[in-house]
């Protein structure tokens, strides 16, 4: 069956920047009836936020006013792939990044998202 799985986290220092990958395995996309793609993250001892998501064809993309402006998503259907570039990064953008999936087109809340990944790891040093 599908999953999601993610990459690239890991530790950088403040004003750095990384690239994290969503890829889904074992089916595409479209198996799992999704028209909204996007990453939610939770930083140690807060809730989970949602950061930002795509729509299906990549035209449009949304963002939490938290990360607009440096955060950017962009997907890549033929390879089953999303990604969410992160650039200026702070110790606040530090948490578990979780790539999500979901059949609203514009979802936004947790219970919107029914397909999740595992998560990764993003720590921002002061």
């Known amino acids: 069956q599908v999953q999601l799985v993610e990459s690239g986290g890991g530790l950088v220092q403040t004003g750095g920047s990384l690239r994290l990958a969503c890829a889904a395995t074992?089916?595409?996309?479209?198996?799992?009836?999704?028209?909204?793609m996007g990453w939610f993250r939770q930083a140690p001892g807060k809730e989970r936020e949602f950061v930002g998501r795509?729509?299906?064809?990549?035209?449009?993309?949304y963002y939490a006013d938290s990360v607009k402006g440096r955060f950017t998503i962009s997907r890549d259907n033929a390879k089953n792939t999303v990604y969410l570039q992160m650039n200026s990064l702070t110790p606040e953008d530090t948490g578990v990044y979780y790539c999500v999936a979901s059949p609203l087109y514009g979802a936004s809340r947790l219970n919107e998202y029914p397909y999740w990944g595992q998560g990764t790891q993003v720590t921002v040093a002061s």
């Open positions: 074992g089916g595409t996309f479209s198996t799992i009836n999704t028209n909204a």
């Open positions: 795509i729509s299906g064809s990549g035209a449009i993309t």
